[in-house]
């Protein structure tokens, strides 16, 4: 038995449940109003027998009490495994030595910042000394916050003098390497230290569970420069991954359904001070992946940028076009199956100065956030004439294509297209036929790979795809496993096919956003039946969704013994090779072991044959679906209408999936 099976039969669904839910009996079924979105009529069932949830309103999700857990707390995997976990009187496996080393090396170098934090708020605090008495009214005052947010927000002062921190904390037996290590001190040319945040305003930056992991100070002189200054890149904190107010902004943003991201500290504090809870700062980075992934698609489908103009003055407007452009040329909005929109300020006022001035005009502002391809295309228009000649709107078209067609996303791509003709007054088939030679031109140019560490998106670099060969319609021979194995060597095998699969159902929905929403979902660990396989699922979107380490050296590192036991059973093949770096967590090394996946496999076979077994596993999830809601009777008091419109979705999504896996089968035998 799998350490997830001994943690389910010894845990009652209904038990966990009702601590955060009043489930009431209903015929063979528990009920609720959901406690994910506002209903008046109860959707949320429990079903006490097969030990699952289920929500037929809004969210359209279900589970095991794994995923109540993770979506009622906002969880990861491994978060809800080891806290189920000890609620059951399950032992975990245990870390390594060198993992518990690494970790609590970690763990003190927080702990250290987190005291500085402390350190920094008395001194705000202090009544006794005139500058922070200057300080607090200018933050009063000046940055209208009350002394409320000053307090959550755990804002402090950092006083003018070269080694104030430095003298404290070592006299308090901090190793002056230690306030190296955490960016609190720096050393000169001739080696002395000296304190890094002098005569600032001091805010400190957590992670999305609240850890202290660094700082970032404002300029508190007229004169000095930077504005605002962050801590350097340590161990414990790298801002392009990161987002301010995280900690507080999580489950607002998990009760709206989106986020905002403003550009700087201030911009966040004052919005929440204001009761716009919902938004957070990427702190002046340029958008990365890794800062979308903490929001999306966990807490959030819909992305807000309300950017401000930058340092140099540059019209608010323009900087955010050029950050939409960004985020359509990086396919975010594809790739992560996101709505991305920006919202425009007027008058070039940053969201601080907005809000603080006109609270009431934010709400406004945020429904009428414009979605990026209709952005982009809006402010490159606007510098045409009033009434532009066809050579005008042809150059506007062609300066335009190449961004509206950067996603890998069909259906956006097709939506994108439509739109600039309407806007451009131009057929859409010649507009169609320019982007597919911008397509083709494309897929025939070598991808660049960012480089390692470098800011900004930073996945693995994936192999190159052979091509198949002329005329041959055959599919490579694939490992003879079973359909829900084979999905989760593929995933580990290549972990970007995730993406193909995912988009393919968006692709079968087309711009149905019930079908969307409701059952043709991103894959999910309900698409498999065995309670281990769904456990290395969900693990699996958890190692996707860190950007920390390779997704496999992840789960190795995080997976409990007995799940690492279930991943040795999928992968078969070299098992001398295989046991020792499973062990030890599974290594780059592994990764491209599992790449090659067999002589004479190309990676296109791979995604053709992941896509369709992944479809057949959708087609069975919603027939299991179907059926356990086939028991559930009007007089029990379900609502018939609400299981009569699930029931057809479901139908309808299952002859979609069924005509394109027929449409698949005929084309691999042409």
């Given amino acids: 038995m799998s350490t997830v099976d001994e943690i389910k039969s010894r845990l009652d669904i209904v038990q966990y449940i009702q601590q955060y839910v009043p489930l009431k009996k209903q015929g063979r079924y528990l009920k609720a109003p959901c406690p994910f979105h506002s209903e008046k009529t109860p959707s949320f069932v429990v079903n006490e027998d097969r030990q699952t949830w289920r929500c037929f309103g809004a969210c359209a999700e279900g589970g095991d009490i794994f995923r109540f857990a993770m979506k009622y707390h906002g969880w990861t995997f491994s978060e809800a495994l080891e806290e189920l976990a000890r609620r059951a009187g399950v032992e975990l496996r245990k870390p390594s030595p060198e993992q518990r080393a690494q970790q609590d090396e970690l763990d003190r170098l927080r702990g250290l910042l987190n005291h500085a934090a402390e350190y920094f708020q008395d001194r705000l605090f202090d009544p006794s000394r005139k500058d922070s008495l200057a300080v607090m009214e200018y933050a009063r005052r000046k940055r209208g916050l009350t002394d409320e947010t000053l307090s959550r927000f755990q804002i402090g002062f950092a006083p003018e003098g070269w080694r104030h921190l ?23 040319e001739k080696g002395d230290l000296y304190d890094v945040f002098r005569n600032r305003l001091i805010i400190p930056i957590r992670d999305e569970r609240g850890r202290v992991v660094g700082f970032g100070a404002r300029a508190l002189a007229p004169d000095d420069n930077p504005k605002y200054l962050n801590s350097p890149q340590t161990p414990v904190f790298d801002k392009g991954r990161l987002l301010f107010a995280l900690d507080f902004a999580k489950e607002p943003i998990r009760a709206d ?12 504090i ?60 990086a396919d975010y909005a ?230 690492i036991v279930e991943a040795q059973r999928i992968m078969t093949g070299e098992w001398d090779r295989l046991r020792p770096l499973l062990r030890h967590g599974l290594s780059a090394d592994l990764e491209e072991w599992l790449a090659r996946y067999g002589e004479g496999d190309s990676l296109q076979a791979l995604r053709t044959a992941l896509i ?38 479901s139908l309808r999504a299952k002859q979609l999936i069924d005509a394109e896996l027929s449409r698949r089968t005929r084309f691999a035998r042409s």
């Fill in 166 to 188: 430095l003298e404290t904390f070592t006299a308090l037996g901090y190793a002056p390497e230690d306030l190296l290590a955490v960016g609190l001190v720096k050393r000169n």
């Fill in 334 to 563: 594809g790739r992560l199956s996101v709505d991305m929109r920006v919202l425009q300020i007027p008058g070039a006022k940053d969201p601080d100065d907005l809000i603080r001035e006109t609270p009431d005009e934010w709400t406004n502002l945020v429904a009428a956030a414009l979605p990026v391809a209709e952005f982009v295309i809006d402010m490159e228009l606007a510098q045409l004439p009033s009434n532009p000649s066809i050579q005008e709107r042809e150059a506007a078209a062609r300066r335009l294509l190449p961004i509206l067609m950067a996603t890998e996303d069909s259906i956006y791509q097709s939506a994108n297209v439509q739109l600039l003709a309407l806007r451009l007054k131009m057929d859409e088939r010649r507009l169609l036929n320019w982007a597919s030679d911008i397509v083709a031109i494309e897929q025939r140019a070598p991808r660049p790979q960012p480089p390692k560490g470098a800011e900004g998106v930073d996945r693995q670099p994936e192999p190159p795809e052979p091509p198949l060969e002329p005329g041959s319609a055959a599919i490579p021979a694939l490992p003879n496993l079973p359909t829900e194995d084979f999905c989760l060597r593929a995933f580990f095998a290549q972990p970007s096919l995730l993406y193909d699969v995912n988009r393919k159902l968006r692709e079968l929905a087309a711009e149905d956003e019930e079908l969307l929403q409701k059952v043709l979902t991103e894959f999910a660990p309900e698409d498999f039946t065995r309670d281990s396989n769904r456990a290395l699922m969900g693990a699996f979107l958890e190692a996707m969704a860190q950007n920390d380490s390779p997704p496999l050296e992840y789960l190795g590192a995080s997976l409990p013994d007995s799940l």
């Fill in 270 to 329: 004052s919005a929440h001070q204001a009761g716009y809870s919902n938004v957070v700062a990427q702190m002046g980075t340029s958008l990365t992946e890794a800062q979308l992934r903490l929001v999306v698609p966990r807490l959030a489908k819909r992305v807000i940028m309300a950017l401000d103009s930058d340092p140099a003055g540059q019209n608010a407007t323009r900087r955010s076009l050029d950050v939409a452009r960004e985020v359509l040329q």
């Fill in 612 to 649: 369709d077994q992944s479809l057949r596993l959708r087609a069975i999830r919603l027939q299991r679906e179907r059926e356990e809601i086939g028991y559930m009777r009007p007089e029990d008091g379900f609502d018939e209408n609400a299981i009569s419109s699930y029931i057809a979705r």
């Fill in 257 to 268: 359904g989106s986020v905002v991201i403003v550009e700087g500290y201030m911009d966040a």
